[in-house]
């Protein structure tokens, strides 16, 4: 490879086609003229880059020079593409997923919402809660059903209601554990109607109380 100087430009000549081309002097340690002298250069190889641990191909999918390899049929991947799997992780894969349907190719996701998910537990007490403390699944299934027996509506419903409805405990999280999770132990109310402080929780409670037992007996 020679190199020639002219007006800050440098003068390399192509190892493949022995032309002569033009580049900046960051530049000289260039070796092909175009894109086309560096595909012939690679030509029937694969890249060291390949064999790095985390690359998805196998030392086992080396081809010999000038053979055309049955999986990728060019020498390296194209811009934006990865190298496709050995014919072994695709068995492991399809081993893995037999038997259960693909949650998107032929199945709109309404389909697959709610009781019609193939992991849909029928008895919602089994379900793991998720969170330490609210917000978990045990909770979003005690809000919900709190709500639907008030029908998604304030129980102390007046013209000053305003804000998000919210389910609320009755009796306090901390203090009283296993009533958590009671459908009796929740009131639905807007945020305006929500007690702002403890005092006025535990002042309010009884009150509560009253509303749920006049709603079941009806």
């Known amino acids: 490879m020679k190199i020639y100087t002219l007006d800050k430009m440098l003068r390399i000549v192509c190892v493949i086609c022995s032309n002569e081309f ?8 260039a070796k092909f003229c175009s894109q086309k002298c560096y595909g012939i250069s690679i030509k029937g190889k694969i890249p060291k880059s390949a064999f790095k641990k985390g690359c998805r191909v196998s030392p086992e999918t080396e081809f010999k020079k000038g053979e055309k390899h049955k999986y ?19 068995r492991l894969m399809s081993a893995v997923r037999k038997g259960k349907p693909h949650p998107h190719i032929g199945v709109s996701q309404h389909k697959l919402r709610g ?8 008895d919602r007490t089994l379900l793991k809660d998720d969170h330490k403390n609210r917000g978990g699944q045990l909770h979003r299934e005690w809000s919900k059903r709190v709500k639907s ?5 304030c129980c102390l419903a007046d013209e000053n209601c ?3 409805i919210i389910a609320h405990h009755i009796l306090g999280w901390t203090n009283y554990p296993k009533l958590r999770y009671e459908i009796s132990n929740g009131i639905t109310i807007c945020h305006y109607h ?3 402080k ?5 002042r309010l409670a009884p009150l509560f109380q009253k509303i749920i037992s006049l709603e079941t007996t009806r």
Do not use: C, M, Q
């Open 22 to 29: 033009a580049v900046r002097p960051y530049r000289k340690n």
């Open 162 to 164: 305003n804000g998000k």
């Open 198 to 202: 403890r005092i006025e929780e535990k």
């Open 149 to 153: 027996r008030d029908k998604w509506k």
């Open 115 to 122: 009781d019609k998910n193939w992991r849909w537990i029928k």
């Open 194 to 196: 929500h007690p702002k």
């Open 72 to 90: 990728f049929g060019r020498s390296s991947p194209a811009k934006g593409k990865h190298w496709r799997l050995t014919i072994k992780t695709r």
